[in-house]
């Protein structure tokens, strides 16, 4: 926890420096959530080759995040954490010149039958 899945455009691709930005991600979601540690957080990702946004006019990007974390923080506290992604998604997507960046965020809560295991590198399962 948290899950992070970030959908972009691929007009995004050759901008986005996606390890980079899943770095800061991970440091903004720690210092912005109580409970959430860097080293909790998966990030993937998900190149869309093809968006078509309202009426398909061009020079249109999107990129959509999927914050999904553990349940029990309040409706302010996600708020706040979907902010403060929207304000690093700009920064990381300032480079895409002459394209409008649609950027979006939908903080939620695992469901309540989420589960994990994790195996250290070395160990058998």
């Known amino acids: ?28 979601a720690a210092q912005t959530v109580d409970g959430i540690t860097v080293e909790s957080c998966k990030t993937r990702f998900r ?5 078509v946004i309202a009426h398909d006019e061009p020079q249109q ?7 999904a974390i553990l349940p029990g ?3 302010e506290t996600k708020s706040a954490l979907g902010r403060a992604v929207l304000d690093l998604v700009r920064r990381h997507t300032a480079a895409a010149t002459g394209v409008s960046v649609h950027a ?10 989420y589960a994990k295991h994790v195996t250290p590198a070395g160990e058998q399962q």
């Open 47 to 51: 190149c869309a080759d093809e968006v």
């Open 1 to 28: 926890m948290p899950h992070i899945l970030v959908e972009y455009d691929a007009a995004l691709r050759d901008v986005l420096d996606r390890r980079g930005f899943a770095r800061a991600l991970h440091a903004l």
């Open 61 to 67: 990007a999107l990129i959509h995040l999927d914050f």
């Open 104 to 113: 979006s965020v939908d903080v939620r809560d695992l469901d309540a039958a």
């Open 73 to 75: 923080r309040t409706t």
